[in-house]
């Protein structure tokens, strides 16, 4: 049976994108930049991006567009008789790491565009607003229901197949999540008393700027692109050959880049209109925005709006997530599409109980002096994923032939290639290098 691919160009730019732009964007961005100084974060984050996401992005496509399978498959038919393939297990376990804390995330923002329709927020003072997220979130089986449904809602356009599910979906859910934070941005740029945050996400001011800010910076390039997961090199396997895998990245890159910024201007001059710490930390969006919604003429309206988004931004995140795993089980265990569904989804849902009781229940339960929540997000943010990005770059670097890794983005000498030698310098040397730095100081040794 011939595999399933995406349709068009445009379907894989939207379903790409959908898996950069999520909670990382939205939740991540704004607060990451809040605590860190700014402006000169964003202008640090943006060289993160374009100098060392780029060429990154681009190693991972041609693994998977060259490879024609899952992370695993691919390694293995690209390097055969090496033990490069163990790079699959651990995009899978990085995929299921990641999406069993994302879900219970993405589940909070369900109950909260409960709450948004609800207009729970109208009226509340801050502290009630700040108990009804402590209520929920410690409560024992809500967020775990929020938690699984989230999860159905995943799997069921997992199990319609690439075209017919992830394209269908993403290239109706990108455009509204675009046109949505488009107006909210404009709505919190025009508020009175927004300058403030405008100028506060724009003006460099690089006494605030540290080390700790720099990594931290890398660190969110590559958490927002989805970089070094195996869920672009599954997703770029499905990428038509003559399409250009060099336009694509840009595209996707810039769309990323775009929501970031446009998230940073809906939150952050809403933030300063109405006095609030912009470095409130991951609690921005569930305690201090229905503050900031409530206070706004039409608050009712952008409160539904914004957990709208929230909910399609994680949706076609965590849809690529579930996909690293049911390609592997399907393609190399020749497992059934439904049944690898499930079966991922069951995996990742039981795991995600704990992430969720984290912050109830078992918020007293660590190991390694972390709750679930925390241990699986500085495990795969913090470990996996550079070091998946570091073996990227080193195999297109050092392991492929120059010839076939010219031959894969050019798209068999389609297209011209001006940048090659550039991007080559800094697939091999480059990248690595800034991401072992970040490696090594997330391990503590720098
Ligand atoms: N890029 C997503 C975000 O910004 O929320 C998170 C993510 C999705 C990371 C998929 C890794 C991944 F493979």
Redesign the pocket.
């Given at each position: 049976m011939a595999r399933d691919s995406f349709n068009s160009k445009f379907g894989a730019i939207m379903a790409l994108a959908g898996?950069?732009?999520?909670?990382?964007?939205?939740?991540?961005?704004p607060h990451e930049t809040g605590s860190n100084g700014g402006g000169a974060f964003l202008l640090v984050y943006l060289f993160c991006i374009f100098c060392i996401g780029i060429p990154t992005m681009l190693a991972e496509f041609i693994i998977g567009r060259r490879g024609q399978r899952n992370p695993f498959g691919s390694f293995r038919t690209l390097a055969p008789k090496t033990r490069w393939y163990w790079y699959g297990g651990l995009s899978i376990l990085?995929?299921t790491l990641?999406?069993s804390y994302?879900g219970t995330v993405s589940g909070w923002t369900l109950e909260y565009f409960m709450y948004a329709v609800g207009d729970s927020f109208h009226n509340q003072s801050s502290a009630e607003i700040n108990n009804l997220f402590e209520k929920f979130v410690s409560h024992p089986y809500k967020p775990i229901l929020w938690h699984i449904g989230f999860m159905v809602i995943c799997s069921l356009i997992i199990i319609m197949g690439v075209k017919n599910g992830i394209e269908r979906y993403t290239k109706m859910m990108m455009p509204v999540l675009l046109l949505i934070i488009i107006a909210l941005g404009v709505r919190a740029c025009t508020l009175d008393g927004a300058q403030a945050g405008i100028k506060y996400l724009f003006y460099p001011d690089f006494s605030k700027l540290t080390w700790k800010s720099v990594l931290a910076a890398l660190g969110q390039s590559?958490?927002?692109?989805?970089?070094?997961?195996?869920?672009?090199m599954t997703y770029a396997s499905y990428i038509n050959c003559d399409d250009s895998l060099l336009q694509i990245s840009t595209r996707v890159v810039v769309a990323?880049t775009v929501v970031s910024i446009l998230a940073g201007l809906a939150i952050l001059p809403a933030v300063f209109a109405f006095d609030v710490d912009p470095a409130s930390g991951p609690n921005l969006v569930y305690i201090t925005l229905p503050q900031v919604f409530d206070q706004m003429p039409l608050g009712y309206i952008w409160g539904i709006a914004f957990f709208i988004l929230l909910t399609f931004?994680?949706v076609t995140?965590?849809i690529?997530?579930l996909e690293?795993c049911v390609a592997f089980l399907t393609e190399e265990k020749k497992m059934s599409r439904l049944k690898a569904t499930i079966l991922s989804s069951a995996v990742i849902t039981i795991l995600g109980v704990f992430c969720t009781l984290s912050f109830g229940p078992m918020r007293n339960v660590t190991l390694f002096g972390k709750t679930f929540f925390d241990l699986f997000d500085s495990i795969?943010?913090n470990f996996i994923?550079p070091f998946g990005g570091i073996l990227i770059c080193l195999f297109v670097g050092w392991k492929m032939k120059v010839r076939d890794v010219y031959f894969e983005l050019s798209s068999r000498g389609k297209y011209e290639l001006k940048s090659f030698r550039v991007l080559m310098l800094i697939i091999k040397y480059v990248a690595p290098t800034a991401i072992f730095i970040v490696l090594m100081s997330s391990l503590g040794i720098f």
């Open positions: 898996s950069a732009v999520g909670l990382g964007n939205i939740w991540r961005f990085a995929a990641i999406l994302y590559f958490f927002s692109l989805s970089i070094g997961m195996g869920a672009l990323d931004a994680s995140s965590a690529s997530l690293v795969s943010s994923l």
